[in-house]
């Protein structure tokens, strides 16, 4: 995929997440924009507060994964409330 020059020069770093201990698979945005989650082989997901512009994750979620995580999703029209997961197990 190619992108626009124009659109590159708009892009900054606004921030490092730095709790997960295995590498990051997946980030998504919650629907209204306000958090972050992150999915890791470390079999955690972690849910950062956007709006206090901080690199600690407000919640460390633990799963029953035995294997990496490699998707996480907010469900609409939940408030944020209910997030799921998929991993290369059963759990």
Do not use: Y
């Not at 990051?24 to 997901?45: E, F």
């Not at 407000?58 to 999703?73: A, D, E, G, M």
């Amino acid at each position: 995929t190619t992108f626009h020059p124009s659109f590159l020069k708009k892009l900054r770093h606004v921030g490092t997440i730095s709790e997960h201990t295995g590498c990051v698979n997946r980030l998504v945005w919650s629907d209204d924009g306000k958090v972050l989650a992150s999915c890791s082989d470390d079999l955690h997901i972690c849910l950062w507060n956007m709006e206090w512009k901080n690199t600690q994750p407000c919640s460390v979620i633990p799963t029953s994964h035995k294997n990496n995580i490699f998707c996480v999703k907010f469900i609409p029209q939940q408030e944020n409330k209910i997030i799921v997961t998929g991993a290369m197990d059963s759990a």
